[in-house]
């Protein structure tokens, strides 16, 4: 079974950095579209931000401009650098590559903004 690792969670004060990371099979990673997605309790999972095989980046309007995504396609690991941390962004996040019409999914990695 194909297996989405996430490591990078953790707690941060408002204002704060972290950054999160996700390792996929290689030969899932270089042909899937992969995102951050982040889930509060008690809600749907939502979009943080995407970005293709093709380097293309959409991101959620509540972290553009804070959070950056990037993938780093030798080491078959997607990134995701979350600046200016706040509260609300406190959920855990899960990694997610889609290739075709299957999604894989992380098990999800905590993280916390203290105020």
């Known amino acids: 079974q194909v297996q989405l690792v996430e490591s990078g969670g953790g707690l941060v004060q408002a204002g704060g950095s972290l950054r999160l990371a996700c390792g996929a099979p290689a030969f899932i990673f270089t042909i899937s579209t992969m995102g951050w997605y982040r889930q509060f309790p008690g809600k749907q999972r939502e979009l943080v931000a995407t970005?293709?095989?093709?380097?293309?980046?959409n991101y959620a309007d509540s972290v553009k401009g804070r959070f950056t995504v990037s993938r780093d396609n030798a080491q078959n690991t997607m990134y995701l650098q979350m600046n200016s941390l706040k509260p609300e962004d406190t959920a855990v996040y899960y990694c997610?590559?889609?290739?075709?019409?299957?999604?894989?999914w992380g098990q999800g990695t905590q993280v916390t903004v203290s105020s």
């Open positions: 970005i293709t095989s093709g380097g293309t980046i």
């Open positions: 997610n590559a889609l290739w075709r019409w299957t999604n894989y």
